[in-house]
C-alpha cells in the first residue's frame, strides 16, 4: 500500500468513553503488531499514509464509522499503544492534538537523540508537512491536529487533520517518507474521492510556475487555481446505510461466519469455539490485517466488526470486543516462538472470504434485516454506547 492523500470528515461531539479507549488501545495495538510480525514496521507506515485504511482501522476499532474523532482517537490510542513498546516493536508517534501538536518537534528531537537519527532533518520534515497543508495548499482548512510516526529506522508518516468552521467538516492529511520525492511537488501519494470543487494548491505540479513567481518576488499576484482530483469525502449522516458499504464483501463476511464448511475448514477449527459473532468480527480484523488496498474502498463496511460508540450501525459489543482482544494477545505471544495455528487461522480466515466471495450475491433488502438483529440482540453481547448500556426488546427478561 502506497496510497495516500486526504480525507473529509463531518465533525461530531462528546469524547471517547473510557471503556472504549482502553479497547482500541489494546486492538489497535494487536492489530499493529500483527501487521510488523507479518510485513515488517515499513508497511504500517504505508497503511497509515492510506487514508481508507485508516477509516477502516477507525471503524474496526469501534469508532463512529466517518466521524473526524477517528483521526485523534485512533491516533491517541496508537500512540499509548505503541510508545511504551519502542524497543521491542520499534515505532514512536510523537505529536497529537492542539498542545500536543507543538511539542512534536522537542519529543523528535528527544527520540533522534535516543536513536542516533538525524533529528534536525526528522524536524523540519514535520514542519514542512503542517506548513503544506496549512498553506501552500489553501482549502479553508486549519491544522489543528499534528502526528509524526517514526520508525528506528528513520521512516515516517505524518497523519494531521483541519478544520472547517464554515462547512462543518474536518480534513485529514496522510504523508509517508517513503513515496516523497519533494515537498513542493505532487508531495501526497495520491487524492481520493469526490470533487469539491477548486482549491488554491501551490505543491501541485503544474504549479511550479507560480512557485518561481512567488520566490521572485513578481509583482504580478501568482495565482495557481486548479481541481480537485479527488477527495476522500464522508456523507453528513450517522447511521450505516446500504450504500455505503460493498455488500457483496460485507455479505460475504457474514455469511462465512455462518457457512457449515467453514467451521469444518482444517484451518479454521481452531476459531470454531469462539461462536458466530466474534468470528464475524475476525473476519473483517483479519481483512485489516491481510487484505489489500482495494479492500478498504467502503470503510464504513468495518463499523460491523464493533458497531459504533454513537449506536451506528449498532451499539459496541463488548464481550465480542474483548474476544477479539484475547484472540489476537494469544496469537502474538505463541508467534514470539513460532508461527501459531492461531496466527494461521486468523489468515486463512480472510483468505477463505476472498474465494467465498467472488460467487455470493448479496440481497439489499437483507442489510437492515441484520442491521436490525444486531441492534435487537446487543444487549447479549453486553452492547454499550455513549448513551448507555444496550437493553433488551421490550417484553423480553435480560438473562445475562
Same mark, same amino acid.
Given at each position: 500500500?502506497i496510497r495516500?492523500?486526504?480525507?473529509?470528515?463531518?465533525?461530531?461531539?462528546?469524547?471517547?468513553?473510557k471503556?472504549?479507549?482502553?479497547?482500541m488501545?489494546?486492538?489497535?495495538? *494487536?492489530i499493529?503488531?500483527t501487521?510488523?510480525?507479518? !510485513?515488517g514496521?515499513?508497511?504500517v507506515l504505508?497503511?497509515?499514509?492510506d487514508?481508507y485504511?485508516f477509516q477502516a482501522?477507525g471503524?474496526?476499532?469501534?469508532m463512529?464509522?466517518h466521524?473526524s474523532g477517528?483521526?485523534?482517537?485512533v491516533?491517541?490510542? %496508537? /500512540?499509548?499503544s505503541l510508545?511504551?513498546r519502542?524497543?521491542s516493536?520499534?515505532?514512536y508517534?510523537?505529536g497529537?492534538?492542539? +498542545?500536543?501538536s507543538?511539542q512534536?518537534?522537542q519529543?523528535?528531537?528527544?527520540l533522534?537523540s535516543r536513536l542516533?537519527?538525524p533529528g534536525e532533518e526528522?524536524?523540519?520534515?514535520? #514542519?514542512?508537512?503542517?506548513k503544506?497543508d496549512?498553506?501552500?495548499?489553501?482549502?479553508g482548512?486549519?491544522? !489543528?491536529?499534528h502526528?509524526?510516526?517514526l520508525?528506528i529506522?528513520?521512516?515516517?508518516?505524518v497523519?494531521?487533520q483541519?478544520?472547517?468552521e464554515?462547512n462543518?467538516?474536518?480534513?485529514?492529511y496522510?504523508?509517508?517518507?517513503?513515496?516523497?520525492k519533494?515537498?513542493?511537488?505532487n508531495?501526497?501519494?495520491a487524492?481520493?474521492g %469526490?470533487?469539491k470543487g477548486?482549491?488554491?494548491n501551490?505543491?501541485d505540479q503544474?504549479a511550479?510556475? *507560480?512557485?518561481?513567481a512567488?520566490t521572485?518576488?513578481?509583482?504580478e499576484?501568482?495565482?495557481?487555481?486548479?481541481n480537485e482530483l +479527488?477527495s476522500?469525502?464522508m456523507?453528513a449522516?450517522?447511521?450505516?446505510?446500504?450504500y455505503?458499504?460493498?455488500?457483496k464483501?460485507?455479505?460475504?463476511?457474514?455469511?462465512?461466519?455462518q457457512?457449515?464448511?467453514t467451521?469444518?475448514?482444517?484451518?479454521?477449527i481452531?476459531l470454531?469455539?469462539?461462536?458466530?459473532r466474534?468470528m464475524q468480527s %475476525?473476519?473483517?480484523?483479519?481483512?485489516?490485517i491481510y487484505?489489500? *488496498?482495494?479492500r478498504f474502498e467502503?470503510p464504513?463496511r468495518f463499523?460491523?466488526?464493533?458497531?459504533?460508540?454513537?449506536g451506528?450501525?449498532?451499539?459496541?459489543?463488548l464481550k465480542?470486543?474483548?474476544?477479539?482482544?484475547?484472540? %489476537?494477545?494469544?496469537?502474538?505471544?505463541?508467534s514470539?516462538i513460532?508461527?501459531?495455528? /492461531? +496466527?494461521?487461522a486468523?489468515k486463512?480466515l480472510h483468505?477463505k472470504?476472498?474465494?467465498?466471495?467472488?460467487?455470493?450475491?448479496p440481497?439489499k433488502?437483507?442489510f437492515? #434485516?441484520y442491521?436490525?438483529?444486531?441492534?435487537?440482540d446487543?444487549?447479549? !453481547?453486553?452492547?454499550?454506547?455513549v448513551?448507555?448500556?444496550?437493553?433488551p426488546p421490550?417484553?423480553?427478561?435480560?438473562?445475562?
Open positions: 500500500m495516500g492523500g486526504y480525507t473529509d470528515l463531518p465533525l461530531h461531539g462528546g469524547t471517547v468513553p471503556w472504549l479507549a482502553e479497547r488501545r489494546d486492538l489497535g495495538g *494487536a499493529v503488531e501487521i510488523i510480525d507479518e !510485513y514496521r515499513s508497511e504505508s497503511r497509515l499514509s487514508p485504511w482501522l471503524c474496526v476499532l469501534g463512529d464509522w466521524s477517528i483521526t485523534t482517537s491516533m491517541g490510542a %496508537l /500512540k499509548a510508545n511504551s519502542l524497543s516493536l520499534g515505532i508517534i510523537c497529537g492534538r492542539g +498542545r500536543h507543538k512534536t518537534p519529543e523528535i528531537e528527544k533522534s542516533s537519527l526528522l524536524i523540519k520534515s514535520s #514542519k514542512l508537512c503542517a503544506v496549512n498553506t501552500a495548499v489553501q482549502d482548512y486549519q491544522i !489543528y491536529l502526528s509524526f510516526v520508525t529506522d528513520g521512516e515516517w508518516a497523519i494531521q483541519g478544520m472547517n464554515n462543518g467538516y474536518a480534513r485529514r496522510h504523508w509517508h517518507s517513503k513515496s516523497i519533494s515537498f513542493f511537488k508531495p501526497h501519494n487524492i481520493c %469526490l470533487p477548486q482549491i488554491l501551490l505543491v503544474r511550479v510556475p *507560480a512557485q518561481e512567488i521572485q518576488l513578481s509583482k499576484k501568482p495565482i495557481h487555481i486548479i +479527488r476522500f469525502s456523507p449522516h450517522h447511521d450505516v446505510r446500504g455505503n458499504v460493498d455488500l464483501k460485507l455479505g460475504t463476511a457474514l455469511a462465512l461466519t457457512d457449515q464448511d467451521r469444518n475448514f482444517e484451518d479454521l481452531l470454531k469455539g469462539l461462536g458466530p466474534t %475476525l473476519a473483517l480484523v483479519s481483512e485489516v487484505g489489500t *488496498a482495494s467502503d464504513a463499523s460491523f466488526a464493533h458497531g459504533g460508540k454513537d451506528h450501525p449498532f451499539p459496541v459489543p465480542v470486543y474483548d474476544e477479539t482482544i484475547a484472540f %489476537l494477545d494469544k496469537t502474538i505471544e505463541k514470539k513460532q508461527i501459531s495455528d /492461531k +496466527r494461521k486468523l486463512a483468505e472470504a476472498l474465494v467465498q466471495e467472488k460467487n455470493f450475491i440481497k433488502e437483507n437492515d #434485516k442491521v436490525e438483529k444486531e441492534r435487537r446487543s444487549y447479549k !453481547y453486553g452492547g454499550k454506547t448513551f448507555g448500556d444496550a437493553k421490550s417484553g423480553q427478561m435480560c438473562l445475562f
